[in-house]
Nanobody, 125 residues
Framework: QVQLVESGGGLVKAGGSLRLSCAFS????????MGWFRQPPGKEREFVAA?????????TYDDSVKGRFTISRDNAEKKVYLQMNDVKDEDTAVYFC?????????????????WGLGTQVTVSS
């Protein structure tokens, strides 16, 4: 019913910037909270950022990216973005977007109903 496709990943130098995009195909995009997760090499998938489905668009960030990354959504285009600034070596990972309908917490992976296949981000020194 819902399909998510990430794009925008690639190689970026430490201190540089990159913007990831996630295209949502399906119904009622504006009723889903949208999140970004990442999986560094050899580690488990972890929470990065999320934006609510509400008109106010409340955002939440993991402490590791707070002040550097910005999540946003465009309901008309059914897309969600992750603007990554001042990237660090530790940001290297596969980044996934996810959609949540009726969940209780942005950081709870089990509450997300749909997942994209991911896009690779590699930070070089």
């Amino acid at each position: 019913q819902v399909q998510l496709v990430e794009s925008g990943g690639g190689l970026v130098k430490a201190g540089g910037s990159l913007r990831l995009s996630c295209a949502f195909s399906g119904r009622s995009f504006d009723n889903y909270a949208m999140g970004w997760f990442r999986q560094p090499p050899g580690k488990e998938r972890e929470f990065v950022a999320a934006v609510s489905w509400t008109t106010t668009g409340k955002t939440t960030y993991d402490d590791s990216v707070k002040g550097r990354f910005t999540i946003s959504r465009d309901n008309a285009e059914k897309k969600v973005y992750l603007q990554m600034n001042d990237v660090k070596d530790e940001d290297t990972a596969v980044y996934f977007c996810a959609a949540q309908f009726g969940g209780v917490g942005f950081r709870i992976q089990h509450d997300y109903n749909y997942w994209g296949l991911g896009t690779q981000v590699t930070v070089s020194s």
